[in-house]
């Protein structure tokens, strides 16, 4: 039965149709939640850095040029780890034009994005600005693509070498007496990518990595690294890419990456396949599972005891191919901080990233780290006007919920009964997403969307014997689903307490409605 959505309350929504049930057991543990998967990315990409989390002048800017309003959203989102600084960017970047005096640093051409790069931020900027955020970690991209092992080698001697060398006294001259320490490297980015400058096959991509992976561990044992894994699903060379690169760096190497990034394309009448777009989640599962899989045909070949997980380090909604995204064009036009990529993201889109974390989850056990891609301004959960105010887009919702949420927990085995749809891409996919986390406190979270495009959801929920007593529920749910938060409308989505949530005691069932198209935060204490 097809229903109208006729209201913006989440207590009034479209009559109840569809039932579905999450049975929460806290004896079946899929893995504790690494605070990796709460990751971000920032890369020197349109207004990401400039203008975005560095804009000297800006009246929120402190002493270093940051801006203190991205700053103090940043750490309401509550993401951890970032990536930097790319990317596309990274495979023709030099480290070393972002070090040492402002005024004396170059100014060069970004290949990958047709851009002006200053160098006013790099390295130690980024450093500092992580430490100013709330001491998150760094994890950094060498350039595998018009560089090599070397460069790679410098990097992280000057980065994690404590001093005594001409590259760590450099850094230390430069203002860091302290080494940085950074322990996740990301081994190039997208090597499998045509796009990618200096883009190579799995044979030459898996050798390179291979040396560059035994080089830094010469210097540095206990760095993680990440080798390149495909940049979607549907890479042409998907499976292959990842068994020979796998075969050659398996024993050196701490992670291999997935990319993958979902937006609702566009059919033939004109209008966009949501019923697809809203089953992205089943993409991204099938991509890890996948993954594992290959991880493990290697493990097995290998005979090896080592294991490698999946560092998810490039995910998000985006509109690939559309005009944001359009780069500059023209022998004489390299501009600086372009507005790129800038995705104004809507009430579905919300529902789809929320319906990603929820899948991140469920695989915990496999995907250790994770790295929303990105965080300002770029497809990011962050916006800010060049001089103007900072504001949350739709998507800034179900990353803050779930990492304040989820971050310490552990995730219960998701055993889901729910009814399916038909999906023009996937086949027939589950109405329902949903995982359960128990917190440190032993408080139980459950993220769950509902993806029909039609029809609210009675959604239960059996709790273990020793439940506690209180459910507070949030649900993201417009009935626009392209309603958006804008420069001059920044607050149109946000969370809404759903006040259909009740929790009968005496048996521990949770009855909550779900409206369509929607992602909702189910809290028991
Ligand atoms: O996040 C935007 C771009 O997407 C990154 O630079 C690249 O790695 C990917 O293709």
């Keep these: ?76 989102l509550g993401a951890t780890t970032i990536r930097y600084p790319g990317g596309n960017f990274v495979s023709g970047y030099r480290w070393e034009d972002g070090v040492g005096p402002k005024g004396d640093r170059p100014r060069r051409l970004d290949l990958a994005w047709h851009s002006t790069e200053t160098n006013q931020f790099g390295l130690h900027e980024m450093a500092k600005w992580l430490h100013k955020v709330s001491g998150n970690e760094l994890m950094e991209a060498v350039n595998l693509g018009t560089r090599g092992l070397k460069n790679a080698l410098d990097l992280l001697e000057y980065a994690n070498i404590p001093g005594g060398t001409e590259l760590s006294e450099r850094r230390r001259a430069n203002g860091a007496d302290e080494p940085f320490g950074i322990r996740m490297w990301c081994l190039g980015n997208e090597m499998d990518g045509p796009w990618q400058t200096g883009h190579k096959n799995a044979e030459d991509y898996g050798k390179l990595a291979a040396s560059v992976a035994a080089g830094m561990r010469m210097i540095d044992p206990d760095v993680e690294l990440v080798v390149c894994g495909s940049s979607s699903h549907a890479m042409d060379t998907f499976g292959e890419w990842e068994e020979t690169v796998l075969d050659k ?7 291999v990456s997935c990319h993958a990034y979902y937006h609702p394309e566009l059919k033939a009448d004109g209008t966009r396949d949501m019923a697809s777009f809203l089953a992205s989640g089943v993409d991204m599962d099938g991509f890890i599972k996948d993954v594992a899989a290959a991880i493990d045909a290697t493990k097995a070949r290998l005979k090896s ?62 995907v250790h780290a994770a790295s929303l891609a990105q965080l300002v301004n770029v497809i990011a959960p962050i916006m800010t006007e060049t001089g103007g105010p900072a504001w949350r887009q739709t998507t800034f919702y179900p990353f803050s919920l779930t990492a304040k949420y989820a971050k310490g927990g552990t995730v219960l085995e998701p055993k889901l009964a729910s009814g399916t749809y038909e999906t023009a891409k996937y086949g027939e996919v589950p109405t329902i997403n949903a995982v359960a986390v128990r917190g440190a406190d032993g408080a139980v979270t459950v993220f769950v969307t509902n993806r029909s495009l039609e029809a609210a959801n009675d959604f239960e929920i059996r709790l273990p014997e020793d439940h506690g007593t209180t459910v507070h529920a949030q649900t993201l749910h417009e009935d626009d689903l392209l309603a958006a938060n804008t420069l001059d409308d920044q607050t149109r989505v946000t969370l809404h307490d759903n006040d259909t949530a009740t929790l009968d005691p005496a048996t521990g069932t949770i009855h909550v409605t779900l409206p369509p198209v929607s992602w909702t935060a189910v809290r028991v204490k």
């Design 1 to 76: 039965m097809t229903q109208q959505i006729t209201t913006t309350s989440t207590s009034s929504h479209s009559p109840v149709s569809q039932t579905s049930r999450l049975i929460v057991d806290n004896d079946f543990e899929v893995a504790p939640v690494n605070d990796r998967l709460f990751g971000s990315f920032v890369e020197h990409l349109g207004r990401c850095v400039y203008d975005g989390i560095y804009e000297p002048g800006h009246p929120e800017a402190d002493e270093d040029g940051f801006r203190k309003d991205v700053i103090e959203l940043v750490r309401e």
């Design 249 to 255: 760096t398996y024993e050196n190497v701490d992670f």
């Design 305 to 366: 005891r080592h294991d490698v997980f999946i560092s998810f380090d490039e995910w998000n909604v985006w509109y690939l191919g559309e005009e944001p995204s359009r780069n500059p064009e023209g022998i004489g036009n390299w501009p600086v901080a372009p507005r790129l990529l800038e995705d104004v993201y809507s009430a579905v889109d919300a529902v789809v990233f929320g319906d990603l974390l929820i899948t991140l989850l469920r695989n915990a056990d496999r």
